[in-house]
């Protein structure tokens, strides 16, 4: 079974983020019922260890693959986050790991959809842990592509998790691990200004490595699906980000280019999920205008159904793009309004 899942895991989506119940599922007992004091307890029993286990398997993942960590309980978010910080690291390992919490009575399968946009992530790359079977079912019957688990005891998870192979690579780029890093800096930025202020470095990329690469990972801000067998007069660049500090955040965007004596086309565009809408899309837009010494651009594009992200930038700004045929056009003339919506700089 574990070979097959190896596999399997090389054609599959790669999964992205782990979504957790509480209640019987990180711990025995209801929150709201017995209070932070019994679940505490109930963590430092002989049963509680399992789940103790458990968390500290799910740290280690998260860890080493950068995937993020999210809560979705049917609870107080006061009450929620006031007992997580009322225990420990060592009867609750995942403290201080959480990436999103969300805690009210809503359908957990609006919350999940809630938790992937906050991730800016797809729901197809979350796996759903939850005891009850019946919100499982609500779940897979409204987000058929979320990866939902059957268990029956908290100990079933781990076997069931490493059998499947759910969490193999062929291969992890750093970029990957530090996923949540770069997460937890962006959201730090934001918050301390809505419009991030970051720094772009631009490489050339004559194998067109780092672009298909992206390409091949990146769906909702694709513009083509067009990632691989370019034509000999195709060049590719891909950029990097950082922070004031000169942190390095990794690969942000790749676009691939024929620069014609009559009109640049791009081949395709592509950004990485952790860098959307907070100003990276307008840096580029910019760039290209210096880049390619032109304010008429054409980009191939295809509506894939999933890269609902170029669709929104399109959108947004009607009097540069025009859409027809499978093509976008633009005419970068007037660049006010992304100059007003970006804070990031080329270097």
Same mark, same amino acid.
């Given at each position: ?14 999964? $992205?983020?782990?979504?957790?119940d ?12 017995? =209070?932070?004091?019994?679940?505490? %307890? ?6 509680? *260890?399992? *789940? ?12 080493e ?6 809560i ?18 060592e ?11 969300i805690? /009210? ?7 999940i ?16 842990i ?24 908290i ?19 750093? %970029? ?14 934001k ?6 202020q ?9 194998? *067109? ?6 390409? =091949?990972?990146? %769906?909702?801000?694709?513009w ?9 007069d ?33 081949? /395709? ?23 390619f010494?032109?304010? $008429? ?5 295809n509506?894939? =159904? $999933? ?11 009607? %009097? ?15 660049? $006010? ?11």
């Amino acid at each position: 079974i574990r070979l097959v899942g190896q596999v399997l895991n090389r054609i599959k989506v790669i999964y $992205k983020a782990i979504v957790l119940d509480l209640d019987d599922t990180l711990w025995k007992g209801t929150l709201s019922e017995i =209070g932070k004091e019994e679940i505490k %307890n109930n963590l430092l029993s002989p049963e509680g *260890h399992k *789940h103790v286990a458990f968390m500290k398997f799910v740290k280690r993942i998260a860890n080493e693959l950068g995937i993020f960590l999210a809560i979705c309980s049917r609870n107080s978010i006061d009450e929620v986050e006031d007992t997580i910080r009322y225990l420990t690291h060592e009867v609750f390992p995942l403290k201080d790991q959480l990436d999103v919490i969300i805690a /009210n009575d809503n359908d957990k399968s609006d919350n999940i959809v809630r938790i992937a946009s906050e991730l800016s992530i797809l729901p197809n790359s979350i796996i759903f842990i939850d005891d009850n079977v019946i919100v499982r079912s609500e779940v897979r019957q409204s987000l058929p592509d979320c990866f939902i688990p059957e268990w029956n005891s908290i100990d079933e998870i781990y076997p069931l998790l490493e059998t499947t192979a759910i969490f193999e690579r062929p291969n992890i780029s750093k %970029n990957s691990q530090n996923r949540r890093k770069q997460y937890r800096v962006i959201q730090a930025e934001k918050r301390q200004n809505f419009l991030p202020q970051l720094y772009c470095r631009v490489y050339d990329d004559v194998s *067109h490595t780092n672009a298909i690469e992206l390409y =091949g990972k990146s %769906n909702q801000f694709n513009w083509s699906q067009f990632n691989r067998g370019f034509d000999d007069d195709i060049q590719s660049v891909y950029l990097t980000i950082h922070t004031p500090n000169n942190d390095d955040l990794g690969i942000c965007s790749s676009f691939s280019y024929r620069n014609s004596a009559d009109i640049v086309e791009i081949q /395709n565009w592509a950004i990485s999920c952790r860098f959307f809408e907070i100003g990276l899309e307008e840096c580029l837009l910019l760039h290209m205008i210096k880049f390619f010494k032109s304010t $008429k651009l054409s980009f191939r594009y295809n509506d894939s =159904g $999933k890269n609902g992200r170029v669709k929104n930038l399109i959108l947004k700004y009607p %009097n540069i793009f025009k859409v027809s045929e499978g093509e976008v056009s633009a005419i970068l003339d007037d660049i $006010k309004s992304l100059v007003e919506n970006t804070n990031i700089k080329i270097v």
